[in-house]
């Protein structure tokens, strides 16, 4: 079993369903209302134990009732907390979320995952080094993120920034991570009036666009490669991207070539989308294999 560790956001989901999209200033009917448990982090966190890795989770959550439902959420589901900390005085973050025709649109508010600091990481420095691979995100702060990737070199550990939301990155970051799997937006964002193609080239088996339905784009040294998504009815696709990431990077951790980790995590991607939440259709290991064979 891989040891990843999951340095990220930890959140509530407030998710609305409508057959309308309202335009500024305008008012529909909505169909559902729920609340769940999400946040990249945590939704990172989840669908690597769910596949079968030693999972731990780094971050922080409010001093609150929703701080509480997400650490019994974790328990739930195997991810190991002790590196999880309430923060005094302060809201756990939240995420609001739109869905419309299977699609979303997602306003996130950080609350305590504001305080996930260096501080933060300095006391969970021993879980990092033990770890296989570590997955961080950019729902914490800049400067932890910039830390993190200091210490995954120091320790020799692979990094997989998965950067979003879309942020400036510093070359310092981009040459110390291991790999970049920002989606089709994020990347245009980043890499702002370059030829994506000429970026990927530019970061040879480091930079993995994803593009939703149409999978997954990377340069492989020789030539550019898109890896096909697996064709699904999506009933809800947030949380596709963090099973994307969780999956791929236990993958890699387990060994696996390129071309196959990205195949294993496009099936655990398409298969999150077929239920509700962003948690709610990330699949189990055995699961996963079935579709697979």
Known sequence: MVNVTVIGSSSMDFVVTTRVRP?????????????VPGGKGANQAVAAARLGANVSMIGCVGDDYYGQVILDNFEKNGVVTRNVKPVTGVPSGTAHIMITDGDNNIVVVKGANNHV?????EKALEVIQTSDIVLIQHEIPMETVEYVS??????????LLNPAPAAPLSEDILSRVTFLTPNEHEAAELFKEKHL?????????KLFITEGKNGVRYFNGN???VVPAYPVEAVDTTGAGDTFNAAFAVALAEGKETIEALKFANRAASLS??????QGGMPKREQLEEYLN
């Open 273 to 278: 989308v077929t239920k509700f939440g962003a």
């Open 223 to 225: 030539e550019e490669v």
């Open 197 to 205: 193609s000429e970026v990927l080239k530019h970061y040879p088996n």
């Open 117 to 121: 600091t260096p501080a933060t990481i």
């Open 23 to 35: 335009g500024v200033g305008e008012t529909v009917m909505g169909e559902s209302f729920k609340v």
């Open 150 to 159: 200091q210490m995954c070199e120091k320790y020799g550990v692979p990094l």
